[in-house]
């Protein structure tokens, strides 16, 4: 992982020597994407900054690289997985000077003009100067894993690997996009496909589109757009359901083979999922020690994430460092808005978080550490998602059925009344398709739009909560051929082989154990451990007077879209520290576009924010749930020695029918039966007595109550202290 910057002159002029300080402030701006390296060029209309972060040939990989002809200057940042194949196809005139895996990149330019990404397997961005033809070639990888901005004025074109490099430059706007940042369908979680344009959240930036090599005309500015891959859309009929599960698996294991390479220490976020386990059992078998990292969150531990990590660990003989979030944790404001300004992005939120903090915990373990390698992207294009959304696969394409309707209703909003209440006369044709060559088939549309998904927010927070430490994230699950592979799955066959991803479970069923394979998949952080995370941001947002919600508020354009007091009710609203609410996480997303809106005009230094402390590592004995107990569910109802106590306001009324209510603050909450033995229970909560004393009173055995008591422990209606 590298930073790139530049800026080039598109009106015949030359750079002048007072570009040099903006260059050095570039390299500044991206110094925590390339720390152990940094090189800057000017020469004629061209500038460029660089950032060095070494994985591969670490002695011998400095760029700009510069072809033996001297026309061609390239700076590039992440990896070309097969530049060894590719050098060995190059003419035979053609000798490499270093052993970077990039320098391919300018011969094969040279050899195929802009067609010359086509065989190229990695994740990469690029900015290459073509001196003889006048031109800036830019480009990224088929997935966008890596990212590359610019803003463009007449006269000149900025370009950074981070926006707020864009912002070092003063012809860059700095204000916050607010009309199209509301508009995106999944900051407000509405159930839509993915717009086809990725939003930068900022005015006047714009993004290399994935997939594409842009040309510029540094005499005019005439740009031109070439697309050199897109998603299959023809139906592979040739290939049986075991011919698919045997190349998927062999695809796999090469392109984890690919991720696993490097000349330093790479580490793995390991969840205990079949996605990061398949992973782990293949890297391991390549790099000669690794380091696993999990994080240990209420939601985790409640899911079976830390315990699935924990016990496939000490199976296989690898380090796992579990990273403790207490339950009590909150981040400053400060802390935050430095995580919200890394990012550039509102769609912060525990997720992105708890990675950030992974990062952070394992480059201060492990210095030497570069790379990590994630068990992320699968799910989106190997039917992840089915299980969650239907009881089969005919109820799951239903189900995207009515997501597509709703999406192209959105485009053709006066045939919106059709779909109103009642039965509707008119038939999905009308709304038009998706998409070219996507016709009817709702899946292919669906995979387009995970497709566009993970480029607006898989792989944008995954790059930048790395490069905030430091690190290079590598992504086995994007290799292009694995998603070609899926994507051409003729319709009789993804019944078998995308319901609930087993394609994967079945290709790599020999190489993990049978638990692991057959794990069902359960969210990172929702759940039954949802109370924990949402918590957390209700809390933050709390913090120091609602410092982050009122500076979000007086954010420049914050007024012309925020109803600040409707805002400050739902907060009020949220139960402190235990809100399964949806709308804290939307709440967190507007604050965030208020925090960026605010940091654009003043773009402060990360270096100058507060991290705060790394977190640290839970020695875990054996278990960690049964390690975690008392520190996450502290006097839960299994828990004899806790002292049980009503909420303030908590009543208990018997009615003449015999029948008992549960009131708390003058709203019934439960009906309760006569002679129950939750009423028995509750009749003898004194708030000094322990449970086990109350539960010997009432005559009553916890396996009776312990269901029952869960439920009022959730809604906060009983209390424990330890």
């Known amino acids: 992982m590298c930073g790139l910057a530049g800026i080039a002159r598109l009106d015949g002029q030359d750079l002048g020597p007072e570009f040099d300080a903006l260059l050095s ?43 033996d002809d001297g026309n061609l200057v390239l700076i590039a940042n992440g990896e070309v997985y097969n530049h060894k194949e590719l050098a060995a196809g190059l003419p035979s005139d053609v000798r490499l000077k270093t052993g970077s895996d990039c320098e391919v990149l300018l011969y094969l330019y040279r ?23 006048g031109q800036l070639v830019l480009a990224r990888d088929r997935f966008g894993i890596k990212p590359l901005y610019y803003h463009r004025t007449d006269e000149r074109i900025v370009l950074s690997s981070e926006i707020k490099g864009l912002f070092a430059d003063p012809a860059t706007p700095r204000r916050f996009a607010w009309d199209e940042a509301l508009a995106v369908p999944a900051v407000v979680a509405a159930p839509r496909f993915s717009a086809d344009q990725m939003c930068t959240w900022f005015e006047g930036v714009e993004s290399v589109p994935a997939a594409t090599v842009l040309r510029v005309d540094l005499s005019g500015g005439r740009t031109t757009e070439h697309r050199y891959w897109e998603l299959p859309t023809e139906a592979d009929e040739s290939t049986s359901a075991e011919g698919f599960v045997e190349r998927y698996g062999d695809l796999l294991e090469a392109s984890i083979r690919d991720c696993a390479t490097a000349d330093t220490e790479l ?17 391991r078998t390549q790099v000669k020690e690794i380091h696993t990292f999990t994080a240990l969150t209420g939601g985790t531990r409640a899911n079976g994430d830390a315990e699935y990590a924990g016990w496939l660990s000490r199976l296989w003989g690898v380090h796992n460092h ?33 990675k950030h903090e992974l990062h952070r915990f394992a480059r201060q373990a492990r210095p030497e550490l570069r790379g990590m390698l994630l068990g992320a992207a699968s799910d989106e294009f190997n039917g992840g998602y089915s299980h969650g959304k239907g009881d089969d696969w005919a109820a799951f394409l239903a189900g995207l059925g009515g997501m597509s309707r709703t999406t192209r209703l959105d485009r053709l909003p006066g045939l919106r009344y059709w779909w109103g209440e009642g039965e509707a006369f008119l038939s999905d044709d009308a709304l038009g398709s998706l998409g070219p060559g996507r016709g009817s088939d709702v899946y292919a549309s669906y995979v387009l739009s995970e497709y566009r998904k993970v480029q607006q927010y898989n792989v944008w927070h995954e790059d930048r909560t790395a490069a905030g430490s430091g690190v290079e994230a590598r992504v086995p699950f994007l290799d292009h051929r694995i998603v070609e592979l899926t994507s051409s799955i003729p319709e009789r066959l993804r019944p078998r082989l995308l319901w609930d991803k087993r394609i994967l479970r079945d290709a790599v069923g020999s190489r993990v154990p049978r638990r692991i394979a057959e794990r069902p998949k359960v969210p990172f952080f929702y759940g039954s451990g949802t109370h924990h995370a949402y918590g957390m941001l209700v809390r933050l947002m709390n913090a120091n007077g609602r410092e982050l919600v009122e500076r979000a508020l007086a954010a420049p354009g914050a007024d012309a879209y925020l109803d600040a007091d409707r805002i400050r009710r739902r907060l009020s609203d949220f139960a402190e520290g235990r809100s399964d609410s949806p709308s804290v996480e939307l709440l967190m997303r507007i604050v965030n576009m208020g925090l960026l809106a605010e ?15 790394v977190r640290s590592e839970l020695p875990l004995q054996s278990d960690p749930v049964a390690d975690t107990q008392r520190l996450f569910e502290p006097g839960r109802s299994h828990d ?19 029948d008992w209510y549960l009131v708390n603050d003058g709203q019934i909450e439960f009906v309760l039966e006569p002679g129950s033995p939750i009423v028995r229970v509750l009749q003898r909560i004194d708030g000094t007595s ?19 008591l869960e439920t009022l422990v959730d809604q906060r209606l009983v209390l424990f202290a330890v």
């Not at 994407?33 to 800057?40: A, H």
């Not at 580490?267 to 890297?283: K, N």
């Not at 004899?640 to 015999?658: C, E, Q």
């Not at 449970?691 to 029952?708: D, I």
């Open 690 to 708: 322990t449970l086990a004393a109350v539960l010997s009173k009432a005559g009553v055995e916890l396996k009776a109550v312990e269901e029952s």
């Open 599 to 613: 940091m654009a005009t003043s773009a402060p230094r990360l270096e100058s924010m507060d991290a705060g402390t």
């Open 111 to 133: 050899q195929h003009g802009l067609d010359f990404l086509r065989d190229v397997r990695g994740m990469f961005a690029i900015i290459l100067w073509d001196r003889a033809r």
């Open 322 to 354: 579990q990273v403790l979030f207490e339950p009590a944790l909150t981040p400053t404001p400060e802390e935050w808005r430095r995580l919200v300004w890394l990012t550039e992005s509102p769609m912060v939120g525990p997720e992105v978080y708890y």
């Open 640 to 658: 004899l020695d806790a002292v049980p106590v009503s909420a303030k306001g908590l009543l208990l009324l018997s009615h003449a029918s015999g």
């Open 267 to 283: 580490g793995l976020f390991l969840s205990g999922g079949i996605d990061s386990s398949i992973v782990l059992a293949l890297a």
């Open 25 to 67: 402030d570039f390299a500044d701006l991206l110094h925590h994407r390339g720390p152990d390296e940094r090189e800057l060029l000017r020469s004629g209309p061209v500038g460029l900054a660089f950032t060095r972060l070494s994985l591969v040939n670490p002695q011998d990989g400095t760029q700009p690289l510069v072809s």
